[in-house]
């Protein structure tokens, strides 16, 4: 093979995954860096193609070696046996939970072997994956954590102009308040900057966002920035990055989007997503550091409510995979 190999994962049959699959796929312009493939269920894909009228041929493949560099079919690799009769399309199920568990389990044990070199993930969808036996698995990152045995991951989200690292994620705002801490604030700045840096950015530019309203108003309005997240900044700061903050969250976004920083160090997951979000939805991605490979992915729900009506956007998609091979290639800093 000629070209890096990438995986993308189905995710969960019933939502809006097998869509954007065929949809992205049938730009040749995705194959022109990367040769990749999908692992998922080829009845779900061709389903797809019905639903969306895009003429495309399906190859079931049967291991990774049978991987042909192809622009003209969507090469698709089968873990189990899905019964398509097993779900409904839009309706959470556990078979379609475990299903999408078993695509993404597969192409993590392909990246960890060095099979492949990346991979990029259509979504799960929370709900059905515990309904499916996998109490511990709220989403991709707490998968990639078990698997990999890694000790300190975190999500940056990623759009055309904007960054958003995040201290934490799947926590109720009660425990992502607690979480904000210095050594663990410390430990995520130094993730990012060495993600950002592996990714092609030479001491990229780490502004922190603060918790509190108007960053605190010297403790008027809290103390977290006085006495945890300002610490971290200045041992940062001392250790030889590139840190600054912490700023008001009502204004850092919009000083990273008009060039100040290469990326924001948000303080929890509605702080960050919405930032993002409003920037630029239909472009936005997910990237997972702390992880010993690339693993990209689009930054949306599974939306039930329009699978199966050919109504679903496919740009987060073929961006991650973008994304992912200038990750791999050590050219983010030249994309944007």
């Not at 990237?287 to 409510?305: E, N, Q």
Request: aromatic share 6%; glycine share 10%; with cysteine.
């Amino acid at each position: 093979m000629s070209k890096p190999l990438l995986a993308v994962t189905m995710g969960d049959p019933a939502g809006v995954g097998a869509e954007i699959v065929v949809k992205t796929f049938a730009d040749t312009k995705i194959f022109e860096r990367a040769q990749s493939f999908v692992i998922g269920s080829a009845a779900c894909l061709q389903q797809a193609c019905v639903q969306t009228g895009i003429d495309a041929e399906i190859q079931s493949i049967e291991s990774v070696a049978e991987v042909r560099e192809a622009t003209n079919c969507i090469q698709v690799l089968e873990p189990l046996a899905f019964d398509i009769d097993a779900f409904e399309i839009g309706v959470v199920s556990a078979a379609s939970g475990h299903a999408a568990v078993q695509f993404f389990e597969t192409a993590v044990r392909l990246c960890q072997d060095g099979t492949v070199s990346g991979v990029v993930t259509c979504p799960i969808n929370k709900e059905a994956v515990h309904a499916a036996g996998y109490h511990g698995d709220i989403g991709h990152q707490e998968i990639l954590a078990r698997m990999t045995g890694s000790t300190s991951t975190a999500t940056m989200l990623m759009t055309r102009g904007l960054r958003v690292a995040h201290l934490s994620t799947h926590k109720s705002l009660g425990e992502a308040i607690a979480y904000v801490t210095k050594p663990m604030l410390l430990e995520k700045l130094q993730l990012t900057v060495e993600s950002l840096e592996r990714w092609g950015i030479d001491s990229p530019r780490v502004a922190v966002a603060a918790l509190n309203p108007h960053g605190g108003e010297g403790g008027m309005l809290g103390t977290e920035e006085i006495q945890e997240i300002a610490p971290a900044v200045e041992q940062a700061q001392q250790m030889g990055m590139n840190v600054v903050g912490p700023y008001p969250a009502d204004s850092i976004f919009y000083r990273a989007t008009a060039g100040e920083f290469d990326a924001v160090m948000a303080l929890y997951h509605d702080q960050g997503h919405i930032a993002i979000k409003m920037h630029n939805f239909a472009e936005s991605i997910t990237a997972t550091m702390g992880i010993p490979f690339i693993r990209t992915s689009v930054d949306h729900g599974t939306a039930f409510d329009i699978a199966g009506k050919n109504k679903a956007d496919a740009n987060g998609l073929a961006r991650a995979l973008d994304a992912a091979i200038d990750m791999m290639n050590g050219s983010l800093g030249a994309t944007g």
